[in-house]
């Protein structure tokens, strides 16, 4: 699963590289993390065409991590579904009408997954508990990762129609089967979309996308990290720097 990633990097470099159309001001104005968390904001891109026109235009929005389906009660539901396995995704009422019609790219700089060693590697107080160690997974190349996402709107029931929050836009981020390289430190990863696959998947027009489910991840790099990232207050450059003395006794070095 992903329930933790990076996203640092400038807004209109994004939308250079991706070829992004407009970028909503409350998502060039988001502050880098390097400690997202579900529910926090997050930068998607979708394609959509504006209201009373027919022009699809690609564009930078912001939404919540965790995807409320139209018919939830209340957004807390979405803590839930910040991740879609991309082998259920029509057997879900929840995730199966945004796959067709509600794809989007959730932008990223790489993401962090835990690897759970065995409880010989504690190292010392004898404790029972599952000793894990951080990763940092990004891409191998210059450039940020793309993760394969899906989006949702929800209102408000409570809210006027003047009120400018009545509407709420969520995402999910689809996973996979783990790749053979990732697959020692998790057994799931998120779906990370080549170049070539963005416009398909972002297109509105195809409503079936579900050759891009098995398409290969570009290359990614993995580095042992310390344990800061697991407390989500904390965050900075720092969460991706190397540990300098990691807990994995053999650590997953791609």
Known sequence: ?????????????????????????????????????????????????????????????????GLVPSWAKDPSVGARMINARSESLLDKPAFAKPFAARRCLVLADGYYEWRKLSLLDAGSTGSKKIPKQAYWIHPARSGAAVFAGLYEFWRNPAASESDPDR????????????????????DRMPLVLPREAWAKWLDPAVRDASDLLQVDAPPLATLPVGDAVGTVQNDGPSLIEADPEPRDPEPVLV
Not at 167 to 186: C, E, K, Y
């Open 1 to 65: 699963m992903c329930g933790r990633f990076a996203s640092f990097s400038e807004s209109q470099d994004l939308a250079d590289e991706r070829a992004i159309a407009e970028i909503a001001e409350d998502a060039r104005l988001l502050p880098p993390s390097w400690n997202v968390a579900p529910t926090d904001p997050v930068r998607i891109v979708v394609e959509r065409a504006a209201k009373g026109s027919e022009e699809v235009k690609r564009s930078m929005r912001l939404a919540r991590w």
């Open 167 to 186: 509407w709420l836009i969520s995402t999910t981020v689809v996973t996979r089967p783990a790749s053979d390289s990732m697959a020692p430190i998790h």
